[in-house]
């Protein structure tokens, strides 16, 4: 990383004030979620996930990170607690109450899950299938004609307009995670959740991927809530930086308040 994460220049454009009467996208409030032989992951969690902010969540192997994730839009089933997802209560809905509240966030993962013999594009505009009727899913050829341009238009938001006809199947790592960022603008998502994102990225493709998280958040007005295991790019492109220690939070704060002594801790007994 050429920049020093204390006096990264990226903190000069980095979104401070939160407008009058903002909500938050994503509000977790005392979330709890243990695995077989009682192993408690999550120990009462609460968190926030504004609009117009990339938070990136660090922590060591098995803290919880990604578990929170997954409960956040119940991929995994939380114990007890609450999650509102853009105001609406996620932990006890079901059917098309669920599915229909869950279309306000979209999932970025490390194994970018593309379908790799159909177009960048068709998997972009898959994106919208929740708007559409199952016919209609298909191919790109059989959305109606918005889809389509949203398609086009996400893939130019994130650099790919010359790719939109290529196998995902050819593409590059990087280009693949920005696939998938076109596809949850696509979605017209409020929240993104991503998943160690750049964890199987070169330098470069990482920093590409994370600064159009950031572009996304502050430009765009989405939420997004990186896992990352990379401290120093959170730390160079995060707006806040929460810190978990097993299935609790040690910190939440903007990374010109925290020092490296803080996020090490983090780590110990951890080789990494």
């Known amino acids: 990383m050429s920049a020093d994460p204390a006096t990264s220049q990226s903190s000069s454009f ?4 939160r407008p009058e009467g903002a909500v938050p996208a994503l509000a977790v409030r005392e979330l709890r979620k243990s695995f077989a032989g009682g192993q408690e992951v999550l120990k009462g969690i609460d968190l926030d996930v504004w609009p117009g902010e990339l938070t990136a969540v660090l922590g060591a192997n098995g803290s919880g990170k990604s578990t929170l994730l997954r409960c956040a839009v119940r991929l995994l089933e939380p114990d007890s607690g609450s999650v509102r997802l853009c105001g609406r209560e996620l932990v006890g809905a079901r059917g098309r109450q669920l599915r229909e509240a869950r279309r ?70 990087g280009q693949a995670q920005r696939v998938a960022i ?24 990482a920093e590409e991927v994370l600064v159009l998280l950031g572009e996304i958040a502050r430009v765009e007005g989405l939420a997004v809530l990186a896992v990352l295991h990379q401290p120093e790019l959170a730390f160079h492109y995060a707006d806040r930086i929460v810190g978990i220690v097993r299935g609790e939070i040690v910190f939440d704060a903007p990374p010109t308040s925290l020092d490296r002594t803080q996020v090490d801790s983090l780590y110990e007994g951890e080789q990494r």
Not at 14 to 17: D, S, V
Not at 193 to 205: G, K, M, Q, T, Y
């Open 14 to 17: 980095r979104f401070t004030t």
């Open 104 to 173: 306000k966030a979209a999932m970025v993962f490390q194994q970018v899950l593309l379908i790799r013999r159909r177009s960048a594009v068709e998997n972009v505009a898959f994106g919208a299938l929740g708007e559409l009727p199952l016919h209609r899913s298909f191919s790109t050829r059989f959305f109606p004609s918005v889809v389509a341009e949203r398609a086009h238009a996400s893939l130019e938001r994130v650099g790919l307009a010359d790719a939109a006809f290529k196998r995902a199947d050819t593409l590059s790592g």
């Open 182 to 205: 076109a596809r949850a603008l696509c979605q017209q998502a409020e929240l993104v959740l991503a998943d160690e994102p750049v964890a199987s990225l070169d330098p470069r493709a």
